[in-house]
């Protein structure tokens, strides 16, 4: 996904095609509902370094809500009616306040044009000639705002408990803004599609962010763990380890990483999704019949 290549291994030939492939996926929780005060990682049961490939995260939550059911059974039942059903919905950011006057969401939303919807071979064609042809280049404006967005996040991230911003957000912004230019066929990404662009990628890391309180914790991470029981999950990690240096050896039943836990003063409820998630991130593996196997140090 990163590379964008694939290597293929035939008759002792080993050679990289190139796999410039648009990716999108989506996962239900493996707990059957989604749970804030976990992670995203921990959620969807994926491994860390999949999950951090993918620009932008948006979490969809089946709530309860009066005016979005109605909307929702409206778009249904108007699939199996000849007649369309015009919806509209006012819409208000996750903090309370109004929209941003122009802003992409409001731009999608709200409009009186009559669209006429390409035909699916032709949406297709559209699609490959963008990919094949369409190089976009940032143009100053938009590389300022690119540059000026990421040095802002890197500030607000900038603390140790916080989650790190990488230059990894920072291509994801490039990829997106030439992204957005290319699906109008412009050779030039402009400072509008930046900003478009940083509006999406705060939406993103409003849903990762936001903890099951509603309250946008810096401190979560999308591959790691809640910050609950982050801390504690670290230092059994630690005595682990030094469990393992100690005693030369790297497999451990489930009652001694227990003994340890108690040593940290950790509930037993949650000393089993301490374990899950050393398991899901890497750091131990369940080698079954109540056995773990310590394969990376921290």
């Known amino acids: 996904m990163e590379q964008q290549s694939i290597s293929v291994a035939k008759a002792g030939i080993v050679c990289n095609l190139p796999t410039r492939a648009s990716i999108l996926a989506a996962a239900n929780p493996a707990g059957g509902h989604y749970n804030k005060a976990k992670t995203i990682a921990e959620n969807l049961k994926i491994s860390s370094p999949m999950l951090s490939r993918f620009d932008l995260i948006f979490i969809l939550l089946d709530q309860p809500n009066e005016q979005m059911d109605l909307l929702l059974s409206r778009h249904v039942l108007s699939l199996h009616k000849a007649n369309k059903i015009k919806r509209n919905l006012n819409e208000t950011t996750f903090d309370g306040s109004e929209i941003e006057e122009n802003s992409f969401r409001e731009r999608l939303r709200n409009t009186d044009e009559n669209i006429d919807h390409l035909p699916h071979t032709l949406f297709r064609k559209y699609i490959a000639y963008a990919q094949k042809y369409v190089k976009p280049y940032l143009s100053d404006e938009a590389k300022e705002i690119i540059k000026e967005f990421y040095l802002s996040l890197r500030k607000q991230f900038k603390t140790g408990d916080c989650t790190p911003i990488t230059t990894r957000q920072l ?68 005595l682990i380890q030094r469990k393992s240096d100690a005693e030369a050896k790297s497999v451990f039943k489930t009652s001694e990483l227990k003994e340890l836990s108690e040593q940290l003063g950790m509930e037993k409820t949650k000393f089993y999704q301490a374990l899950q998630t050393l398991n899901i991130q890497g750091f131990i593996l369940n080698k079954g019949q109540n056995q773990y196997q310590l394969v990376t140090a921290i």
């Open 171 to 238: 291509n994801s912004l490039i990829r997106l803004t030439q992204a957005r230019a290319k699906v109008e066929l412009r050779e030039e990404a402009t400072r509008d599609d930046a900003k478009d662009v940083i509006e999406l990628m705060r939406f993103s890391l409003v849903d990762v962010f936001t903890d099951s309180s509603g309250v946008l914790d810096k401190t979560r991470s999308q591959i790691g763990t809640g910050m609950s029981t982050k801390n504690q999950v670290m230092r059994l990690l630690t």
